[in-house]
């Protein structure tokens, strides 16, 4: 038995088509009360909770079993969301953005004061990509703020590509995964934290790191 397993309450889960209107409405439902849910990605399969809401972040911890000193990224909406949860943006964050979102890459931000500190895990940075997918923006938009997500598995299990395979690690832990077919790949974005000078890459995912040194116009540290 996992150490969070009787902190949460065994559920149904569901699987309902990412292309039904209604299906994404009661997705939009659930992630307004608080609740945690599973979407599919441009990377791989994500699980998420509303990203102002501590508790739905509390809950979003206890799903995944993660340990609660691994901060959990945003995903939002466009790259002109990146003040909603960061201050002091570096120009390096903007250079970046511009060439690389919506798409695979992670920035790692100096964090605003607004965002919720159990987001963060008593840090001071926080991560945030725009996906390339429309289902994920279209689930930000109409949830009106950022959401927290991570990876649709277990902590430390495989990053899952379909809806199928998020339902073998995360049944009875979520009441929904929007299936919106498989995605293009099990291979997270690669994160980049612009806090330094150069930038350092701290995963390499789907953007190798040549290109992101091309962008930034120099080496970058590894």
């Known amino acids: 038995m996992r150490a969070n397993d ?23 439902r659930l992630l307004r009360a608080g609740k945690v849910i599973a979407f599919p990605t ?8 509303s990203g102002f809401d501590e508790r739905a972040i509390e809950q979003l ?13 945003y995903l939002v ?15 390096a964050a903007r250079r970046l953005a511009e060439k690389f979102w919506p798409g695979g890459l992670t920035l790692v931000v100096p964090v605003a004061p607004r965002v919720p500190k159990i987001l963060i895990a008593g840090g001071n940075s926080i991560a945030v990509r ?12 109409a949830v009106g703020m950022p959401l927290a997500t991570t990876s649709a598995n277990l902590s430390g299990g495989s990053d899952p590509a379909t809806a ?10 979520i ?11 099990n291979t997270p974005s690669t994160v980049v934290d612009v806090t330094t000078d150069p930038p350092r890459v701290l995963r390499v995912g789907v953007i ?14 590894r």
Do not use: C
């Open 42 to 49: 441009d990377t791989v399969y994500g699980v998420g909770a």
């Open 77 to 91: 909406a466009s790259a002109a969301d990146l003040k909603l949860v960061a201050r002091d943006i570096p120009q």
């Open 164 to 173: 199928l395979q998020v339902m073998e690690q995360l049944k009875g832990r």
């Open 130 to 141: 725009v996906p390339n997918h429309p289902t994920t923006r279209a689930l930000i938009d």
């Open 61 to 73: 911890y206890v799903v995944k079993d993660r340990p609660r000193d691994k901060a959990i990224p």
């Open 175 to 185: 009441p929904l995964i929007l299936d919106g077919g498989a995605t293009q790949g």
């Open 208 to 221: 190798a790191v040549e290109e992101i040194e091309k962008v930034w116009g120099g080496p970058v540290h």
């Open 6 to 28: 009787d902190a949460m309450m065994i559920m149904r889960t569901q699987i309902l088509s990412a292309n039904d209107t209604q299906a994404f409405a009661h997705a939009v």
